[in-house]
């Protein structure tokens, strides 16, 4: 919904969100499925669109705000949390979403990623993970994994990957999930939990780049074969995946997370899932589990867990600040300390 | 014995002693007290980087020049006639600067071998004769302190003798008829935690004004007289606090919520820290990751329709290239604030310098145009924070305001202005509410007069719009990669900035003469050294003109008229000639410039010898 500038309340469309701007991805990019659900969920959310700003970096995913009719800035490399915390500590009243990628999240901007996620500015930040820089033309990025062959590693990468879901946990997010780009209900889905949490999202998107780097999530993100490899994390609900759910997910004794067969170990062993434990411990073993996208892995939400939000608290102080001293008064500000007069 | 007491037109105080001996505290404190009595005054602190150097080396030493007097001055004193040395490297590294029969006060307790082999003195300065030309007055500041504080319990000896600064700030009341109340409650205030230290410091600082009062050693006292200031109220203020007040101000004035955020960093950290005080105004202030997010923060809240601000020194205006370079392109209001410090890379701290005006200029890739402007006092701090939010949020530009670290922590007696007399930021913008353009929102039409862009923020509805760090179409704001369509919108960025020469006054020349040959150009903090320099120049009988930029992008409308009205301009800096080349280029006069970057202003005779040999006037 939105007010149409005459007070009005009026129910909106997906293309309402639909801006008139030539969309410029690749054909066949995975970045289409992502603004499409992201275009159909908006409605659902109940926010007048003037009051949702999109805020990105640079790189292919940070074309977004451009193509939605809602506010946005297309910003500097890796800066989009920082523009964006700065917006949402000026304006708690407005619905935030940051758009980035591997690259611009993770490289140039892991400084801000990462404190945004400790201060939990409240915002949805949308990590379009495709393993590769692909604005620039095909470099490793990093989240590619080790050995990759690319223009600036003809002999393959050296650096280690990143694992963004465990990097967002030791940042201390607040709401950390993951999701595949053409899973469009389950991506609906975790966007819904994710804007009635307050405090910083993290959303990790397995984007496929049909340019640069086709088919890295295969293992997960092919509609057919890929769905065996998907665990889906159901809250409060044991660990289960695969053909009939054949499969599920225990802790060992040696506290390590293990895939197993349910019929072999048994439906009471199974790991249940708690999206709310306090303790971050068992999300970050969730996270483990598979370091790259090759095999089983968890999508859904690790973690959600309610801790104050940084604009509240500074909303809060100065809000008692006025309650203690009443309004600032500037005249009696200038005059403060020692003065004197001279006649 | 009666003590005589003498009267004085002006008077230059350095102390002088241990990082950790609070001489910054001992200095800011007579301060106060001066500026209380109503003298004019000016203020030099002078202190290393490392926050405790080891005691009593040379690099340690931290000193506090106040230059006060019952007349107008422009300068903290080129050298004090007064010089009070806690320890041997305070003298070691100070001594050079005190007059010839200026007055020397020594804390003789501190003068053991140990502490002389610290500063690498040979022999004991004290008895060698070496001070022979100096009124030297020993006082065992240790025993005397330690004395006065006899019965006081829990506290230890160095505890105690933490106080001795406060015996010498009552010493020095005594010596200059400074009024004690004020520094009493001082404090008390100060202390007010801890009852000990608070009796120890007030105890000290009682037995110091007795010691100068009732012993032999000294015979005289000292009176200056209040100044001559324009009728009103005052108080004393550093270029960072007026910094502070100015944005609280701009925030009052303009009606909009402020937002400021930085990072730590010397010697603007003061500037985050005051302001994060005045919440009662609805100031929100971040201390943010790095400077670069600062600057993007601050962004951030302009494009929510807030006064985004951002405050650093030279090494963060390099990180915060970026997004200024971004506000230019989507032409934001945004207000940076650089308290220039020795360079390049982290150069000298707390040291002042101003060689930032060129990166002010050029620092960002591609034509990127911003104000400048440039503070000439720790006073006009405020009003030049005033004048860049009302450019940033009328022209919806990054400005940026050069201070310094000599106009961050030196002080002035301020004359407190009228809220009311304070421009009205309210006009200078006003938020777009609705289609610009056949029933659409450009979001890049522009006002004919100012050329700045409509300032839509989040929340109205219909204007939502994207913008971003891509080149826009000329008006509609749409990506746009057409070549002439970059060529129009280079232009009109940069005539949008140059256009603000018709919003700023004219240059005006201070040249009592009307016949001066020479004009003396500069801009900053050089202010009063030049001011003063010019004045010596004219007692000496010789005209020059003086004139002194505040607006350094773009220029006063008049600056080629007057510069082309001379025979002779001078440019001094301290620089290596940073404004020397912007009008050497803009406006082909054979300027030249004098240059000093030694951590330190001008001293006003430097500066006129300097300026003599530039004129070629025999000395
Ligand atoms: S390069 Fe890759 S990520 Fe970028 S638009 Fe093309 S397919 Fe999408």
């Known amino acids: 919904m939105t007010s149409n500038g005459n007070g009005q309340v009026i129910q909106l469309t997906k293309k309402d969100f639909e801006s008139d701007q030539q969309v410029r991805w690749c054909p066949g990019c995975g970045d289409y499925a992502i603004l499409a659900t992201v275009q159909s969920f908006m409605p659902e959310l109940g926010i007048p669109r003037e009051n949702i700003v999109f805020i990105s970096g640079i790189g292919c995913a940070a074309r977004f705000p451009y193509y939605m009719e809602t506010y946005g800035m297309h910003g500097i490399h890796g800066r989009a949390p920082a523009i964006a915390s700065g917006l949402a500590v000026a304006r708690p009243d407005l619905n935030v979403w940051v758009v980035s990628g591997d690259g611009d999240a993770l490289s140039i901007g892991g400084n801000h990623l990462i404190h945004a996620m400790r201060r939990n500015v409240n915002m949805t930040i949308l990590m379009f993970n495709n393993q ?55 991506f609906t889905e975790i966007l819904r939990k994710a804007v009635a949490h307050k405090g910083t999202k993290f959303i990790e998107v397995y984007q496929n780049c049909n340019i640069f780097n086709d088919g890295a999530f295969d293992a997960v993100r092919d509609p057919r074969s890929g769905r065996e490899n998907r665990i889906y994390l159901e809250d409060k609900k044991p660990i289960r995946f695969g053909k009939d759910e054949s499969k599920g997910v225990i802790m060992d004794s040696d506290a390590q997370l293990k895939i197993v067969d349910v019929e072999e170990v048994g439906e009471a062993r199974l790991l249940v899932h708690d999206e709310n434990a306090v303790i971050p411990g068992r999300a970050f073993a969730l996270s483990r589990l598979s370091h790259s996208p090759t095999g089983p892995v968890p999508l859904g939400i690790f973690r959600s867990v309610e801790r104050p939000v940084y604009e509240d608290l500074v909303e809060q102080q100065i809000a008692q600040a006025k309650e203690r001293g009443g309004p600032g008064d500037l005249a009696k500000l200038l005059r403060q300390g020692e003065t004197w007069e001279v006649s | 014995m009666a003590k005589t007491v003498q009267e004085v037109d002006q008077v230059v105080i350095r102390f002088a002693g241990d990082s950790g001996d609070g001489m910054q505290v001992t200095g800011d404190r007579f301060t106060n007290a001066t500026a209380v009595l109503g003298n004019d005054l000016a203020t030099l602190p002078d202190f290393p980087a490392e926050i405790r150097a080891p005691a009593g080396t040379l690099f340690g030493v931290s000193g506090f020049q106040l230059h006060f007097a019952d007349h107008d001055i422009l300068t903290p004193g080129d050298a004090p006639n007064v010089l009070v040395a806690m320890n041997p490297a305070a003298l070691k590294t100070n001594i050079s600067d005190l007059l010839p029969g200026g007055t020397l006060i020594v804390n003789s307790d501190a003068f053991d071998d140990r502490s002389l082999a610290k500063a690498e003195y040979a022999n004991n300065p004290l008895t060698d004769g070496s001070l022979a030309g100096y009124e030297v007055y020993e006082v065992p500041l240790n025993k005397l302190t330690l004395g006065a504080l006899e019965g006081i319990t829990g506290l230890t000896q160095k505890d105690m003798l933490r106080s001795k600064n406060m015996f010498a700030l009552g010493l020095l009341s005594w010596m200059f008829s400074r009024p004690t109340d004020g520094s009493e409650g001082w404090i008390r205030d100060k202390f007010g935690k801890s009852p000990e ?67 730590p960093i010397t010697p603007a950290s003061d500037v985050l820290h005051e302001l994060a005080r005045h919440k009662q105004f609805g100031i929100k202030t971040m201390q943010c990751e790095d400077e670069i997010a600062s600057a993007a923060a601050a962004l951030g809240a302009s494009f929510a329709g807030s006064l985004g601000v951002t405050v650093t020194s030279g090494p963060g205006l390099d990180l915060k290239s970026e997004t200024i370079g971004l506000a230019v392109s989507v032409e934001l209001p945004l207000v940076v604030l650089d308290i220039q410090r020795a360079g390049p890379s982290t150069g000298m701290p707390t040291k002042t310098e101003q060689g930032d005006l060129l990166h002010a200029m050029f620092g960002r890739h591609g034509e990127a145009p911003v104000a400048i402007l440039a503070a000439s006092s720790p006073a006009d701090c405020f009003d030049i924070v005033l004048e860049a939010a009302r450019l940033a949020l009328k022209y919806r530009t990054p400005v940026i305001v050069l201070s310094d670290a000599f106009l961050a922590t030196g002080s002035e007696p301020w004359k407190l202005p009228d809220v009311e007399s304070l421009p009205d930021l309210t006009t200078a913008f006003e938020f777009a509410t609705g289609p610009n353009h056949e029933g659409e929102f450009w979001p890049f039409l522009r006002d004919e007069e100012t050329l700045a862009r409509p300032w839509a923020i989040p929340g109205t509805p219909g204007l939502e719009h994207r913008i971003g760090g891509i080149e826009k179409h000329d008006g509609t704001g749409d990506i746009s990669y057409d070549p002439e369509n970059h060529h129009r919108m280079t232009l009109l960025r940069a005539q949008k900035i140059a256009g603000i020469s018709k919003d700023i006054p004219r240059l005006e020349v201070d040249d009592p003469s009307g016949s001066a040959e020479t004009l003396v150009l500069a801009w900053g903090s050089t202010f009063g050294p030049v001011r ?45 000639g940073q404004l020397l080349k912007l009008v050497r280029a803009e406006f082909l006069v054979d300027a030249q410039g004098i240059n000093k970057v030694a951590g330190a202003p001008f001293k006003a005779a430097e500066l006129t010898q300097a300026l003599e040999a530039h004129m070629e006037i025999p000395r």
């Open chain 1, 132 to 186: 590769i820089y692909g604005l620039t033309k095909g470099q490793y990025s990093p989240t590619s994994e080790l050995g990759k062959v690319t223009k600036s590693t003809p002999f393959g990468s050296a650096d280690y990957p990143f694992n963004p879901i465990s990097l967002a946990l030791g940042a201390e997010a607040s709401f950390v999930a993951r999701t595949i780009d053409n899973d469009r209900a389950h």
């Open chain 2, 197 to 263: 230290v608070a009796e120890a410091n007030l105890r000290a600082f009682r037995a110091g004004i007795a010691f100068g009062e009732t012993t032999e050693v000294f015979t005289h006292s000292f009176v200056i007289k209040p100044a001559q200031l324009d009728p009103g109220t005052y108080r004393n203020i550093t270029g960072n606090q007026a910094i502070t007040l100015g944005l609280v101000a701009a925030s009052v004035r303009s009606g909009l919520q402020l937002v400021l955020a930085g990072y």
């Open chain 2, 532 to 576: 003063a320099a010019c004045k010596r120049l004219r007692n000496n009988n010789v005209n020059v003109a003086h004139a002194h930029l505040r607006h350094m992008n773009p220029f006063p409308s008049n600056l080629g008229e007057v510069l082309h009205g001379y025979k002779r301009v001078i440019v001094p800096e301290n620089n290596m």
